[in-house]
C-alpha cells in the first residue's frame, strides 16, 4: 500500500469512528456501520474486529471520564459495573475463539427478536426514576446479567449497546441514565476482550489510533446530544437499529 492509499484509509477510518460512535452511543448498533466498513476499504475481518475493540473502548473511556467530570455517575456504580464488564468481556472473548461466527449469529439473531418484541411493548419511557425501585439493582441476577451482555460484546458485539440500554430500562432507568450506564459497561467490556484479541497480533496501531480518534469525537457528541433527544425519537432510534441488526445477522446466516 503506498503513502497516498495509506492516509486515505486513516481518514476514512477517523470518519467512520466519529459516525458508529456517534449511533453506538444514542442507541447502540455501531458495529453495523464499523465492521461492513472497514471490510469495504479492504481491511481484514481480523484486523477489523482488534481494531474496533480498541476504539469502541477508548471512545467509551472518553466517555466514562466526561460522566465522572460531570458527576453524573457514582464512582462506586462505575467501579462496580466496570469491574463486572471486564471480567465477562475477557470470558467472552475466550469463549468465541472456540465457537464459530455462525453460531454466534444465531445467537445474536435470537437476542435480537426478544429485544424487538421488549421495545415495542415497552410503554413506560420516562424522564424520571424512583430510586426505591433500583434496589434490586444489587443482586446476583443483575451481576449476572451484565456479566452476560459483557461477554457477548467482549466476543463477538452487534447489538450489544442495544441489549443494555434496554435491559437497564427495565430496571426502571431513564433512557438517559440507561445510555450513561451503557458506556460504562461497553468500556469494560471491550478493554477485557482487547487484552486477548491484542495476543492474537492483528492489530495495526495505525488503524487503530486513527478510529479511536474519531469514535472519541463521535461518543462526546453523543453524551452532548443525548439530554436534547426526545424520548419518541430514541424509541424509534432503537427499533431502527434493532431491525436493521436482524437483518444483518439474518443474511450472514442464509
Not at 64 to 90: C, D, E
Not at 220 to 227: F, S
Amino acid at each position: 500500500m503506498n503513502t497516498s492509499s495509506f492516509n486515505n484509509h486513516l481518514i476514512v477510518l477517523f470518519l467512520i469512528g466519529i459516525v458508529s460512535s456517534f449511533v453506538g452511543t444514542l442507541a447502540g448498533g455501531g458495529g453495523l456501520i464499523t465492521l461492513p466498513a472497514m471490510m469495504l476499504t479492504g481491511i481484514p475481518i481480523q484486523t477489523s474486529i482488534a481494531t474496533n475493540k480498541f476504539s469502541s473502548g477508548i471512545a467509551a473511556f472518553s466517555s466514562v471520564f466526561y460522566l465522572i467530570h460531570r458527576k453524573q455517575l457514582s464512582k462506586k456504580t462505575i467501579i462496580r459495573n466496570l469491574f463486572v464488564a471486564f471480567m465477562g468481556g475477557i470470558g467472552g472473548a475466550i469463549f468465541t475463539a472456540h465457537v464459530s461466527e455462525k453460531a454466534m449469529n444465531k445467537i445474536a439473531l435470537i437476542l435480537l427478536f426478544f429485544a424487538l418484541i421488549v421495545t415495542l411493548k415497552n410503554k413506560k419511557w420516562t424522564k424520571s426514576i424512583q430510586v426505591e425501585q433500583n434496589k434490586s439493582s444489587d443482586t446476583v441476577w443483575h451481576s449476572l446479567v451484565l456479566f452476560f451482555i459483557a461477554a457477548y460484546d467482549g466476543g463477538f458485539g452487534p447489538g450489544s449497546s442495544t441489549f443494555c440500554i434496554l435491559y437497564y430500562m427495565r430496571k426502571q432507568h431513564t433512557y438517559f441514565k440507561a445510555v450513561q450506564l451503557t458506556r460504562v459497561l461497553i468500556f469494560g467490556s471491550c478493554a477485557g476482550g482487547f487484552i486477548v484479541y491484542y495476543q492474537t497480533g492483528f492489530l495495526q496501531w495505525s488503524y487503530a489510533v486513527a478510529m479511536a480518534l474519531g469514535s472519541i469525537i463521535g461518543s462526546q457528541i453523543g453524551l452532548l446530544v443525548l439530554p436534547k433527544v426526545p424520548l419518541k425519537i430514541a424509541k424509534s432510534l432503537l427499533i431502527t437499529i434493532i431491525c436493521l441488526l436482524i437483518t444483518q445477522m439474518l443474511y450472514k446466516i442464509i
